[in-house]
């Protein structure tokens, strides 16, 4: 089998999953036995969504899994969260190349396996990042509307893997992360192979849901941005751990400059938000030192280099002018009880 599209499920109903199997039923000009697709139930709360063919009382089974024309496999893990769910689908998978895939999203269009089929067939690689769309709303008018992503290492989206690069690098999904996980396995992957591959076309598409906390909650960065910083400290203890210490130096840098950069957004300036700036400070003290000294010994090029890029990026955001330096600020970090 060529591909195997990894799908976690919590306590999502059966229509919340049937959009992204009919995406699969519907996809042109590629052979069915080519894919298939793993669900991870993930602990007892999914009891009534079991999926067994064999006569549970969910709708799934009673309905339509046993009737789409590629295969379907169902595993089970006591709950442990979103990212044991990934690496339990991961032991299960079997297939050439896996896919995750979020259980509320669909595949773009009916030629996106093909798309994906044709970069699998112009010569093996590690992994692949694609372009992806997301379907949102616009704020003031409630309106549906489109953006295409580009170059992304934060989501989970339009990502594609050779199974036998990540078993035999050991890369896996950090369980204690289960929010902003995705970019620690997304940044493992691209930074531990050079042959690592992009496609312009997108074939995937991050569905807007009524209920998603991430897209509903102004202020969902404002209140897990600590939970990045912790992502991005698992993602250097990781690469400190397999002696490559010069992504882990940039990204320490990294995240130090989209820290200081995203503190002078204006919502994070607002006072009416200072609870959540000073908790984030307080979190963001402790990295800062723990890494301090791996901060210092980066070249003044490579951080202006990589300072140019974040800059960049969080005034097209909507970022203020900076109200201090980077070292002002970092002074400012140091002296926190962190």
């Known amino acids: 089998?060529?591909?195997?599209?990894?799908?976690?499920?919590?306590?999502?109903?059966?229509?919340?999953?049937?959009?992204?199997?009919?995406?699969?039923?519907?996809?042109?000009?590629?052979?069915?036995?080519?894919?298939?697709?793993?669900?991870?139930?993930?602990?007892e709360e999914s009891e009534d969504f079991e999926f067994d063919y064999e006569g549970s009382n969910g709708e799934y089974d009673s309905f339509f899994l046993p009737y789409y024309p590629f295969d379907i496999k169902q595993v089970r893990q006591e709950h442990k969260g979103v990212s044991a769910a990934r690496?339990?689908?991961?032991?299960?998978?079997?297939?050439?190349?896996?896919?995750?895939?979020?259980?509320?999203?669909?595949?773009?269009?009916?030629?996106?396996?093909?798309?994906?089929?044709r970069e699998?067939?112009?010569?093996?690689?590690?992994?692949?990042?694609?372009?992806?769309?997301?379907?949102?709303?616009?704020?003031?008018?409630?309106?549906?509307?489109?953006?295409?992503?580009?170059?992304?290492?934060?989501?989970?989206?339009?990502?594609?893997?050779?199974?036998?690069?990540l078993t035999d690098k050991k890369i896996r999904w950090n369980e204690k992360l289960t929010i902003h996980e995705d970019s620690f396995f997304n940044i493992l992957c691209q930074n531990l192979s050079q042959n690592v591959k992009y496609c312009a076309t997108p074939f995937y598409l991050w569905k807007w849901r009524d209920d998603s906390v991430c897209r509903h909650d102004p202020k969902y960065i404002l209140?897990?941005?600590?939970?990045?910083?912790?992502?991005?400290?698992?993602?250097?203890?990781?690469?400190?751990?397999?002696?490559?210490?010069?992504?882990?130096?940039?990204?320490?840098?990294?995240?130090?400059f989209d820290a200081y950069y995203t503190m002078n957004k204006p919502e994070w300036i607002?006072?009416?938000?200072?609870?959540?700036?000073?908790?984030?400070?307080?979190?963001?003290?402790?990295?800062?030192k723990k890494y301090k000294k791996r901060w210092k010994s980066i070249t003044l090029q490579d951080k202006m280099q990589i300072s140019q890029q974040?800059?960049?990026?969080?005034?097209?955001?909507?970022?203020h002018l900076e109200s201090m330096t980077v070292d002002e600020w970092l002074d400012h970090i140091e002296r926190l009880d962190g």
Not at 152 to 161: E, P
Request: proline share 2%.
């Open 120 to 165: 699998i067939s112009q010569g093996v690689f590690d992994s692949l990042t694609s372009c992806f769309i997301e379907e949102t709303r616009i704020p003031e008018t409630n309106e549906v509307t489109y953006i295409n992503h580009e170059m992304d290492s934060t989501f989970v989206h339009g990502k594609v893997h050779r199974r036998k690069y």
């Open 270 to 288: 607002n006072q009416e938000n200072k609870e959540y700036r000073d908790s984030t400070e307080l979190r963001f003290s402790k990295y800062f």
């Open 223 to 256: 209140k897990t941005y600590k939970n990045m910083i912790d992502s991005n400290d698992a993602l250097i203890a990781e690469f400190l751990n397999r002696g490559v210490l010069d992504k882990a130096s940039f990204f320490i840098a990294f995240m130090i």
């Open 87 to 117: 690496n339990t689908c991961l032991d299960n998978a079997t297939a050439d190349y896996v896919m995750f895939c979020d259980i509320d999203d669909i595949f773009f269009n009916a030629c996106g396996l093909w798309i994906l089929f």
């Open 1 to 43: 089998m060529k591909l195997q599209i990894l799908v976690p499920h919590y306590k999502e109903t059966a229509g919340v999953i049937r959009p992204l199997l009919d995406s699969l039923a519907i996809q042109q000009n590629v052979d069915f036995s080519d894919f298939g697709v793993i669900i991870c139930h993930d602990g």
């Open 310 to 319: 974040i800059r960049g990026r969080s005034v097209m955001e909507g970022m």
